[in-house]
C-alpha cells in the first residue's frame, strides 16, 4: 500500500521561505517522476514541480521557476519542495503526487493529503 506523507506547510510572509518534505512508503518510484501540486481555493490543481526520480532530472511550472527547487533522497524516499521568495499567489494546498511518466506535466495515481501554504501581504 503507498503512502504519501507532506509535511513542513505553514503561515509565512510574503518574501519568507518554506521546506515541503513528502516521505513515501510502500514502494519506490525508480521509473517513475514524484511532482508537486497545488491548489487554491475555487481554483484547479495545478503542476507545480516535478523529479525524475532514479535520474534526478528537475521540472517546473513557469510561475516557480527560479524560486523554487525540488529534490529527493533517495535513501530516506523522501521529496522536497524548497520554497524561497514566497508570494500571496503562491497560497494553496500542496500536494505530492507520484506515478507518473517523467518530464510529463501530468498527475500519477498516488496523492499525499496535503500541506496547507498559506502567505501573507
Known amino acids: 500500500q503507498v503512502q504519501l506523507v507532506e509535511s513542513g506547510g505553514g503561515l509565512v510572509q510574503a518574501g519568507g521561505s518554506l521546506r515541503l518534505s513528502c516521505a513515501a512508503s510502500?514502494?519506490?518510484?525508480?521509473?517513475?517522476?514524484m511532482h508537486w501540486f497545488r491548489q487554491a481555493p475555487g481554483k484547479e490543481r495545478e503542476f507545480v514541480a516535478g523529479?525524475?526520480?532514479?535520474?534526478?532530472?528537475?521540472y517546473y511550472a513557469d510561475s516557480v521557476k527560479g524560486r523554487f527547487t525540488i529534490s529527493r533522497d533517495i535513501a530516506k524516499n523522501t521529496m522536497y519542495l524548497q520554497m524561497n521568495n514566497l508570494k500571496p499567489e503562491d497560497t494553496a494546498v500542496y500536494y505530492c503526487?507520484?506515478?507518473?511518466?517523467?518530464?510529463?506535466?501530468?498527475?500519477?495515481?498516488?496523492w499525499g493529503q496535503g500541506t496547507q501554504v498559506t502567505v501573507s501581504s
Open positions: 510502500g514502494r519506490t518510484f525508480s521509473s517513475y517522476a
Open positions: 503526487n507520484a506515478g507518473a511518466r517523467p518530464g510529463l506535466r501530468v498527475s500519477g495515481p498516488y
Open positions: 523529479i525524475g526520480w532514479s535520474t534526478g532530472f528537475t
